[in-house]
């Protein structure tokens, strides 16, 4: 557990899952962990045999609506102040 940190505020939001040929991408938004912007991030797994093989991860802080290049969320429809 993070100091300063309450494991009941910790939030994870699926946007999108995909899976083939044992391949896994799960892309989603973290935020209650303490820091000032949300993350958003993306996991591939490749699972073989029943187990997993590779794990790899993209992430980032969420960008504000006063620093979005085309004016859009990264995430979803809104920005996390808005919504």
């Known amino acids: 557990m993070m100091v300063g940190h309450r494991v009941d505020e ?3 939001g699926v946007g999108l899952a995909m ?3 044992g391949m896994v ?3 989603g938004r973290y935020t209650g ?3 000032p912007a949300p993350w ?3 996991d591939f797994v490749r699972m073989e045999d029943g187990q997993l093989r ?3 991860d993209i992430v980032e802080d969420e ?3 006063e620093n979005a290049a ?3 969320p990264v995430f979803g429809d809104v920005f996390p102040a808005d919504g």
């Open 54 to 56: 590779e794990h790899c």
């Open 33 to 35: 962990y303490g820091q």
């Open 10 to 12: 910790l939030a994870h």
């Open 40 to 42: 958003i991030v993306a």
């Open 63 to 65: 960008v504000t609506r």
């Open 19 to 21: 899976s083939e040929c």
């Open 70 to 72: 085309r004016g859009l």
């Open 25 to 27: 991408m799960v892309r």
